[in-house]
């Protein structure tokens, strides 16, 4: 069964950066697409960031030009790069993958952006 292991989100102030991480068991190059979402307190849980097995991208419109998702398939892993972090990034990110029709998730990690 695969796993997917989040890295530790954190606390940034406004303008700031931050990297997280995604770890997967199994073989990646097999996964259909992987991803991130978010879900903010009272919100519904959003795409931010795709990217599909053939590379292709896709992001939502309000972090297009700040965030920057990639992917490791040698070493299993995927990223979100986030800059220019606004107060309203502050969600929980969630770690997705499509594997033929199943949609896996990690467990989430807290991202607070302090304004």
């Known amino acids: 069964q695969v796993q997917l292991v989040e890295s530790v989100g954190g606390l940034v102030q406004a303008g700031g950066s931050l990297r997280l991480s995604c770890a997967a068991s199994?073989?990646?190059?097999?996964?259909?697409?992987m991803g991130w979402y978010r879900q903010a307190p009272g919100k519904r849980r959003e795409l931010v960031a795709r990217i599909n097995s053939g590379g292709s991208t896709n992001y939502v419109d309000s972090v297009k030009g700040r965030f920057t998702i990639s992917r490791d398939n040698a070493k299993n892993q995927v990223y979100l790069q986030m800059n220019s972090l606004k107060p309203e990034d502050t969600a929980v990110y969630y770690c997705?993958?499509?594997?033929?029709?199943?949609?896996?998730w990690g467990q989430g990690t807290q991202v607070t952006v302090s304004s």
């Open positions: 199994g073989r990646m190059s097999s996964f259909n697409a």
């Open positions: 997705w993958a499509l594997i033929i029709f199943n949609n896996v």
